[in-house]
């Protein structure tokens, strides 16, 4: 009986590095889900429509992240791994759909299907480890467990009133973003031991790197589609322009330097499941938290070039790009240990931005954001040419 599933695990001597065609079929479906949930935060961002976009960015970054990682220990090219990737797709469609009604008549719906894709990947998991290490069947043994209980939690909120709901939510992603930070802990049987799982960090990180194509891929659509719906209004070819300029600079600035940093790091370390962590499970999210609420805050440039800014709108057109440096620096920093102080600068110069908000226009707010992502990418490209790595 162990033969029938022990085969699904990775091999020692295969190659997996690159992402397999399967992982890239499945992340299709995260490309829905980012268009969802940008022209979902595009047509009305409130203070509250805000929190909402935390929880969902939590949410979808997690879902994914956890299947990337399972992913990376089993070997995708095998027939039931593949069909867990397609029901895992289908399950992902449906959260996507019931998203932009996630608080109000879709929130069961949304939750089902999340829970459907934490818990169903992980007992996959532990089927998989059942006959293999002992001490992986044990780590999966506990998120199981885990993912179970914060899934008490999205069905019992899709099935409360929506301020409910929001609070209900939260305490299940506190528990799942908790989980291995206290390396899923339970009593009696204590923590998962350090290091248990035998992860290929460069596949990891090249993961999180197609992560970030998606979001900025995510973007270029958008940007795109709201450019035509008004090309009638006076002041779309310069936003675009502006836009179309900060979505190649996120790209220039992470991927220039910041992504070879991380897959080097997780590669030569020798706690490859700690610093992936550190470096991918929560540093990559601010970065595509980031780069979603910039999309959102050039939708809303592009419906209004010269309307005068408002500090909701600037949450996104300034706090994006300000999440995305934040992220980007944490993650070149654990990198390489050194500071990258174009960062730290091109945050300062965002943040010191908003007073400008309610007496300018989108469209000047875009073109400072553009402005200021470009200081710091050429910054960081004079500096690490004449200096090498240190003091970016």
Not at 101 to 113: D, I, N, R, S, T
Not at 239 to 260: A, K, N, P, R
């Amino acid at each position: 009986m162990a033969e029938n599933h022990a085969h699904w695990l990775r091999k020692e001597d295969t190659d997996q590095t690159k992402a397999s065609f399967p992982e890239l079929f499945f992340d299709l479906v995260f490309v829905f889900a980012l268009i969802q949930l940008s022209e979902t935060l595009s047509k009305d961002f409130s203070l509250g429509i805000a929190v909402e976009a935390v929880l969902f960015i939590f949410a979808l970054w997690w879902v994914w992240i956890h299947t990337t990682w399972v992913m990376d220990l089993l070997d995708t090219e095998i027939e039931p791994v593949r069909l867990l990737l397609f029901a895992l797709m289908f399950f992902g469609m449906v959260m996507a759909i019931a998203l932009p009604e996630a608080f109000k008549g879709m929130g069961l719906l949304f939750a089902v299907a999340y829970s459907a894709m934490q818990v169903g990947r992980s007992l996959f998991a532990l089927y998989a480890f059942q006959r293999g290490d002992s001490a992986s069947f044990m780590t999966f043994f506990r998120i199981t467990v885990w993912l179970t209980i914060s899934s008490v939690f999205w069905i019992t909120g899709g099935l409360s009133e929506p301020h409910l709901r929001v609070l209900l939510w939260i305490v299940a992603l506190v528990l799942e973003y908790t989980g291995p930070t206290v390396r899923y802990w339970m009593p009696l049987i204590g923590a998962s031991p350090r290091e248990t799982l035998d992860i290929d960090g460069e596949h990891l990180a090249e993961r999180s790197a197609l992560f970030v194509i998606i979001a900025l891929g995510e973007t270029i659509l958008t940007i795109g589609k709201h450019t035509f719906n008004n090309l009638d209004t006076e002041g779309t070819s310069l936003v675009l322009c502006f836009s179309f300029l900060t979505t190649v600079l996120m790209w220039w600035i992470y991927f220039h330097d910041g992504q070879e940093r991380a897959a080097d790091k997780a590669e030569d370390t020798s706690k490859p499941q700690t610093t992936a962590q550190y470096l991918f499970t929560y540093g990559h999210l601010p970065i595509v938290g980031g780069i979603i609420l910039t999309a959102v805050g050039e939708d809303f440039s592009l419906a209004h070039p010269y309307q005068s800014g408002i500090y909701n709108h600037a949450l996104a057109q300034l706090g994006g790009p300000i999440l995305f440096l934040a992220g980007t620096m944490w993650m070149k920093g654990v990198s390489s240990r050194v500071l990258p102080y174009s960062h730290a600068f091109g945050i300062a110069l965002l943040a010191a931005s908003f007073p400008l908000v309610p007496v300018v226009d989108n469209v000047v707010m875009q073109a400072v954001s553009g402005a200021i992502l470009l200081v710091v990418a050429v910054w960081e490209y004079v500096a690490l040419k004449n200096l090498g790595r240190g003091g970016a």
